[in-house]
């Protein structure tokens, strides 16, 4: 199973620590499977809205050589997500990590929102890659209250990402367009600098002033050394 550079990131990103993860919107799992090839000492929860989604991966998973003690497939909404404090699968103890990639800016905020209310005692990572909006989604979790991990860029099928690793325990500030991430001497970091700058530019263009403060936070990272 080859996974996608945004997937290979991801995957990445995730440190050994974590005893818990969370695959949300898993999809066919891919994410999911490629942790619990890599990360032996991880338990992985898929979980997804979409019935027939869950229903196709656990059967799956079943017939898969991962040991049924270290999986778990569940079918619910993520904004309607408790951490259990007991599971009938797994163990609820461990650092907890839940993955949210794949979605728009607007639900990313939503479901990290939804996840932080419902269990407010909790401590949580989160390793988020939305599709769009990323400056809207970097004010909202600052507003939120998590701190930075990590972050990185990466480009997959003609489109650029950002990966964004956010925690209840930092103390680090999320930056509103990123700031550990950027590496000027790479030719597609220039890149996805020139298209975000040129965006705003023509956002403000067509009479747009609220962009103006976000624009100005990307030219301010042209003067980065390179």
């Known amino acids: 199973m080859k996974l996608s550079n945004r997937l290979q990131l991801l995957l990445g990103m995730i440190a ?3 005893e818990q993860i969370w695959d949300c919107c898993c ?3 891919y994410l999911g499977q490629a942790i619990l090839n890599t990360r032996p000492k991880a338990q992985v929860h898929f979980l997804d809205v979409v019935p027939s989604i869950t229903t ?3 059967q799956k998973l079943r017939q898969s050589e991962f040991s049924q003690d270290r999986w778990a497939v569940h079918c619910g909404d993520i904004q309607q997500f408790v951490l259990p404090k007991s599971d009938s699968c797994l163990s609820a103890q461990g ?3 839940l993955v949210i990639a794949g979605v728009g800016g607007d639900l990313t905020l939503d479901m990290v929102s939804a996840v932080l209310h419902n269990n407010p005692d909790s401590d949580i ?5 939305p599709v769009r909006q990323l400056y809207k989604v970097r004010s909202g979790v600052q507003k939120l209250g998590l701190g930075l991990v990590n972050e990185a860029i990466v480009k997959d099928s003609g489109r650029y990402y950002e990966a964004i690793h956010i925690s209840t325990l930092s103390q680090k500030e999320v930056h509103v367009v990123g700031e550990l991430m950027w590496d000027l001497t790479q030719e597609g970091h220039q ?3 020139r298209q975000n700058i040129s965006h705003y530019k023509r956002m403000q263009a067509q009479g747009n002033e609220s962009v103006r403060k976000i ?3 990307y030219m301010k990272l042209q003067e980065l050394p390179a």
């Open 56 to 58: 196709q991966l656990e």
């Open 191 to 193: 890149e996805y600098l």
């Open 16 to 18: 050994d620590q974590y």
């Open 215 to 217: 624009l100005a936070e």
């Open 27 to 29: 999809d066919h799992g």
């Open 95 to 97: 650092r907890k990590l």
């Open 125 to 129: 990572d989160f390793l988020i890659c």
